[in-house]
T-cell receptor
């Protein structure tokens, strides 16, 4: 069990640029989640995959955000035309989905800073 | 909708002091309750969980009891250590009419333990 891996750990970019983050879940975990955490706040849910299907998206996920999980393994989160308000820690989590009580295991996150 | 309220921090204690971090929740049905801990620069780690009323979750000397009558899940530890300094998040998932486990987090409580 190597844990949930996220890449990169830090991303600094200029406003208006596109960025893409990657998440590798714990192997055999079929559920994958993205959350966003701003300074001093708890994480907020963005989107959820079961295998390759994206089953839920928060209204926080504007049309500039897109997430994929093409083969039901790793996932990518892309932000187009970044804005200052996108600066945050982006967290990925995975769980083994056989019921509603399976705990989610988090990666160390990608910290995005918009200049 | 579902929500979690935590006591504001920081909580400042001396080593070996008793710790309580209050958490109350609002949810329909029967959610699962969690405590996560976040060390500086890292992602969230699951500390403990409880999935039904009167369950007690415990780990590393921390405990929390699922109290449905008071909608609470307070975190306690009998004797804190400097290494317990971190941010603690209370969270819930599930409840009625939910098909998946979006986690709803509180805002977090920072614990500072001095020698």
């Amino acid at each position: 069990d190597t844990g949930v891996s996220q890449d990169p750990r830090h991303k600094i970019t200029k406003r208006g640029q596109n960025v893409t983050f990657r998440c590798d879940p714990i192997s055999e975990h079929n559920r994958l989640y993205w959350y966003r955490q701003t300074l001093g706040q708890g994480p907020e849910f963005l989107t959820y995959f079961q295998n390759e299907a994206q089953l839920e998206k928060s209204r926080l996920l504007s049309d500039r955000f897109s997430a994929e999980r093409p083969k039901g393994s790793f996932s990518t989160l892309e932000i187009q035309r970044t804005e200052q308000g996108d600066s945050a820690m982006y967290l990925c989590a995975s769980s083994l989905g056989t019921g509603v009580n399976q705990p989610q295991h988090f990666g160390d996150g990608t910290r995005l800073s918009i200049l | 909708g579902n929500s979690v309220t935590q006591m504001e921090g920081p909580v400042t204690l001396s080593e070996e002091a008793f710790l309580t971090i209050n958490c109350t929740y609002t949810a329909t049905g029967y959610p699962s309750l969690f405590w996560y801990v976040q060390y500086p620069g890292e992602g969230l780690q699951l500390l403990l969980k409880a999935t039904k009323a009167d369950d007690k979750g415990s780990n590393k000397g921390f405990e929390a009891t699922y109290r449905k009558e008071t909608t609470s899940f307070h975190l306690e530890k009998g004797s804190v250590q400097v290494s317990d300094s971190a941010v603690y998040f209370c969270a819930l998932s599930g409840g009625s009419n939910t098909g998946f486990q979006k986690l709803v987090f509180g805002t977090g409580t920072r614990l500072l333990v001095s020698p």
